[in-house]
């Protein structure tokens, strides 16, 4: 039973950064994708990140390109998303979700792509 677990999240002020963490475990392949999430109440919950663990294929929303980072914590199987400069536009809950099947850069961010989600984590940027 694949389960995601996410943490990190808290209050931050503009410009700021955080570190959220995926733990994932139950998968029975050693090949799927991770990906990140937002949503905020209202809205669309909007793909943020996403890496395949296959081919290491990592894709970003072009609201975060060049602020946020995705990586992969081998050891532990966690998987991190590094927010740096953070914008207040960036508030909301933060979604680890994962899927056995690739998916493709036009899909990433596609919640219907991913079959596995966790409970999430908010993140609230502020002053």
């Known amino acids: 039973q694949v389960q995601l677990v996410e943490s990190g999240g808290g209050l931050v002020q503009p410009g700021g950064s955080l570190r959220l963490s995926c733990a994932a475990t139950?998968?029975?392949?050693?090949?799927?994708?991770i990906g990140w999430f937002r949503q905020v109440p209202g809205k669309e919950r909007e793909g943020v990140s996403s890496?395949?663990?296959?081919?290491?294929?990592?894709y970003y929303a072009d609201s975060v390109k060049g602020r946020f980072t995705i990586s992969r914590d081998s050891a532990k199987n966690t998987f991190n998303l590094q927010m740096n400069s953070l914008k207040p536009e960036d508030t909301g809950v933060y979604y680890c979700?994962?899927?056995?099947?690739?998916?493709?850069?036009?899909?990433?961010?596609?919640?219907?792509?991913?079959?596995?989600w966790g409970r999430g984590t908010q993140v609230t940027v502020s002053s």
């Open positions: 890496i395949s663990t296959s081919d290491g294929s990592i």
């Open positions: 979700a994962a899927s056995y099947y690739k998916v493709y850069q036009e899909d990433f961010g596609d919640p219907e792509e991913y079959d596995y």
């Open positions: 139950g998968f029975i392949s050693y090949y799927y994708v």
